[in-house]
């Protein structure tokens, strides 16, 4: 079931890798007529991220093909104007968190039908490693043992 916000509906998904959660919004467009988000217009095929286009946030073909893999995936590239808050972690966790809530976005949207195709893919699946927390009197790190005494 679509979510409304101003007469505007949107499937919404939730992203998370390592650190960082990406909070992804797909809105249903008309071609002819972009949406309003946040002030800004939105047509179809856009990504927009914290209110900046994806393109000027992650640079590099690389990382196109990382967080477009889900939307080829499924053909829906041009269908839907993504919005999407992303904090935390660093570039790659971010990335990979807006995959995962795009994934998770267009499953809520088609009513399970992408499931197969994006389970097969790993897309779905959250990514669990995450960093080790830092144990007491080890000096600092989670894993590094204090120097023992020479003599």
Request: no cysteine; charged share 30%; aromatic share 4%.
């Amino acid at each position: 079931m679509p979510k409304k916000t101003k007469d505007v509906q949107y499937y919404q998904g939730v992203g998370r890798r390592k650190e960082a959660v990406a909070q992804v919004r797909l809105y249903i467009v008309a071609k002819s007529k972009p949406v309003d988000v946040d002030g800004k217009k939105i047509n179809a095929g856009d990504i927009v991220v914290n209110g900046k286009a994806i393109n000027e946030v992650f640079t590099g073909e690389v990382a196109a093909k990382m967080y477009t893999a889900p939307l080829v995936l499924t053909s829906n590239l041009e269908r839907f104007a993504i919005s999407i808050l992303v904090n935390g972690g660093g570039m790659k966790g971010q990335i990979e968190a807006i995959r995962h809530g795009i994934s998770r976005a267009l499953v809520v949207a088609d009513n399970e039908e992408y499931r197969p195709t994006l389970k097969a893919k790993n897309l779905l699946t959250r990514d669990s490693r995450t960093r080790e927390r830092r144990k007491v009197g080890t000096g600092g790190k989670a894993r590094r043992q204090k120097q023992s005494p020479k003599r």
